[in-house]
C-alpha cells in the first residue's frame, strides 16, 4: 500500500532540510512501541460506538502496527504545534486526534459530544503520547460557537497551525421530498463550518507569520460520483462543494504568496457511526452499510492524514482518494 512506501521513503535522512528523522529515529520507535503496549491493554479510542452492531476496531496488534507506522519521519516539524480538528468525538476525527497527539501534536479537538473527547484525552494520556488532546465543546453549525472557539485558542495557545476540517453528517432528505431542515443540517457543517474554520484558521496563521500551515478536509468519495441512492444526493452535493472549496482554497493560498497548503482526503466507506445518524430510523439498515464489504477504518483515514502532514514542505497533495479494495462505486 502506498503509505508504507513513502515511510521508506521518507525515512532515509534527507539533505539540506530538517524534516528527515534520523535523529529522532530511536526515540520514536520507544514511543510507540510505549505507546502500541498501552493500546495493547486499553481499548482503541476510536471504539466510542454507541451501537454494537458497528463492526469491531482494529486489532490490537493491528493498530499496534499502525502505530510504528505512524511515528514516522516528516512529522518533526510539527511536534508541539497546534492542530484543531473537528468532530474528534468518534469515527475518524477521534482517530485523527490520536494520530495526531501520537506523534507529539498539540491537538484541539472540538464536537458537542465533549465528554467522547475527554475519554480519548484521558487515554491518549494514560497511554504515554507525546502531545495532548484538549476537548472544546462546539456545535459547529452556530458560527458564534465556531468563532468563539477560535478566540479561545488563540488567547489560550497562541493560534492554529494544521486545521483538520473533519465533522460531516448525512442526512437521509432526497431532493423531491427531503425537509428543508435536513438539508440545512448538512450544509451547516459539512460546507459553511468548514468555510467558516479555513478562514478563522488561515487569518490565525496570517496574525502570527505562519507561512508552512496545512488545511486537510476530510471530503469523500461522493465528492466525485453521484451514486444512485436517493438519500445521499444532497450529501453528495455538500461533498462536492468540497472538492471545489479545497481547489480554491489552493488557488487563493497561491494569491496570497503563502506556502500554507490545502488538501482534501476523500474515503469511500469508513467504519464508524456515520450510517447509523444517516438511517437514525433504522438501525439494521445502518449495521448493512457496513456488513457487506471489508470498509476502511478510521486509522486507515489517520494515515492519510499523517502522510500528507509529513511530506516535504514542497509537496502539496491536493487529493487522496481512498476506498476499500472491496468497494465498487
Ligand atoms: N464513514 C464514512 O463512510 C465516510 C466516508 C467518506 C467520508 N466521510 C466523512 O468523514 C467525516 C467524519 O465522519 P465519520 O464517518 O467519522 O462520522 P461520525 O462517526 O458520525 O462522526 C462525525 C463527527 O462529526 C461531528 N459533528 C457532526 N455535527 C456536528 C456539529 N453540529 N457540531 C460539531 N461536531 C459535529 C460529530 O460530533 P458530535 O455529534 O459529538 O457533535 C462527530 O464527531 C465526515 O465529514 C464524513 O462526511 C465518512
New binding site residues.
Partial sequence: MWPIAEVRMESRPQAGHTEGGSRRGTQDRAAAAAAAAAVRERPSPCDLRRSSAIPGPSSPSEVGGRLRTMARAGMERWRDRLALV?????????AVARALVQQGLKVVG????VG?IEELAAECKSAGYPGTLIPYR????NEEDILSMFSAVRSQHSGVDICIN?????RPDTLLSGSTSGWKDMF???VL?LSICTREAYQSMKERNVDDGHIIN?????GHRVLPQSAVHFYSAT?YAVTALTEGLRQELREAQTHIRATCI??????????F?LHDQDPEKAAATYEHIK?LK?EDVAEAVIYVLSTPQRVQIGDIQMRPTEQVS
Fill in positions: 473537528t468532530g474528534a468525538s468518534g469515527g475518524i476525527g477521534a472540538c464536537a458537542r459530544t467522547n462546539c456545535d459547529l453549525s473533519n465533522a460531516g453528517l448525512a451547516n457543517v459539512n463550518a476530510i471530503n469523500s468519495m461522493s461533498k476523500s474515503p469511500g466507506l469508513v467504519e464508524t457511526h456515520f450510517a445518524k470498509c478510521p
